[in-house]
């Protein structure tokens, strides 16, 4: 390619608004000129400034953190914000995540599945005494362990794990690797105070840890690059020994 010269890229979208009843799922490709330093998430901002107006996907924070930019890339979950076109071939297909309520075009509402994944789980700390105690000091937690719960806290709840899940696509009760590592946090964080036998009722069962196919996806596409699959394992092993 000469360097003077900018690359053209053809970028195909799937087009389908589900309000829309003489709507049908469709592709549609744009061709545009590549910038320096484009990210998707700016190839489709100027699709939809310069093309079609009427080209749905989301964005909100463009810097990789509210995760509302997930999509279909080559087949492939992630980020638009945060895939470079020059890390791409000169042809990019793109769709919207499945398993999630589509809006239209590449739009999806993640809103109500992840809702009901905390509901399901109650992803908050469970202590009794601190209700009865609001000026109570909470107890010295280690370096390490805040550390380790940070780590976990870092999901920005896209949706990527969720698509990239081969489980979820046979079992749609199966709580995934965002709810498992959920899970893992407030086992890990010594506030919460459910016993062991609360988090078996939880996730150890077919729907939790012992539905993981262990087929490494879900942490393959993570933006965040987490320690899904560890953190699976080691939920495994503590419900294998509650289970006994």
């Keep these: 390619m000469n360097k003077g010269k900018a690359r053209k890229l053809r970028i195909n979208i799937l087009r389908y608004d589900p309000n829309d009843k003489n709507d049908r799922p469709h592709m549609e490709t744009f061709e545009l000129e590549e910038a320096p330093g484009m990210t998707l998430f700016i190839a489709l901002n100027d699709i939809r400034e310069h093309y079609d107006a009427s080209l749905k996907f989301d964005f909100v924070c463009r810097a990789g953190i509210c995760g509302s930019c997930a999509m279909i890339i080559n087949g492939r979950p992630g980020l638009a914000c945060r895939t470079l076109t020059s890390k791409m071939p000169d042809e990019i297909t793109l769709a919207p995540l499945p398993v999630f309520e589509l809006i239209g075009d590449l739009s999806v509402f993640t809103g109500n599945w992840m809702r009901g994944l905390n509901e399901r789980l109650e992803t908050w700390i469970h202590d009794e005494q601190l209700k009865l105690?609001?000026?109570?000091?909470?107890?010295?937690?280690?370096?390490?362990?805040?550390?380790?719960?940070?780590?976990?806290?870092?999901?920005?709840?896209?949706?990527?794990?969720?698509?990239?899940?081969?489980?979820?696509?046979?079992?749609?009760?199966?709580?995934?690797?965002?709810?498992?590592?959920?899970?893992?946090?407030?086992?890990?964080?010594?506030?919460?105070?459910?016993?062991?036998?609360?988090?078996?009722?939880?996730?150890?069962?077919?729907?939790?840890?012992?539905?993981?196919?262990?087929?490494?996806?879900?942490?393959?596409?993570?933006?965040?690059?987490?320690?899904?699959?560890?953190?699976?394992?080691?939920?495994?092993?503590?419900?294998?020994?509650?289970?006994?």
């Design 133 to 244: 105690d609001f000026n109570r000091l909470e107890e010295r937690m280690e370096p390490e362990t805040a550390e380790e719960i940070y780590e976990l806290d870092r999901c920005i709840e896209c949706g990527c794990c969720v698509a990239g899940c081969g489980t979820i696509q046979m079992r749609e009760d199966f709580v995934g690797a965002v709810g498992l590592n959920k899970i893992a946090r407030y086992r890990i964080d010594p506030r919460d105070k459910r016993s062991d036998e609360e988090y078996y009722e939880l996730v150890g069962d077919e729907n939790g840890v012992f539905g993981c196919m262990t087929l490494l996806g879900c942490e393959d596409v993570c933006p965040k690059e987490l320690p899904l699959q560890s953190k699976i394992a080691y939920l495994r092993r503590k419900m294998v020994a509650i289970g006994k």
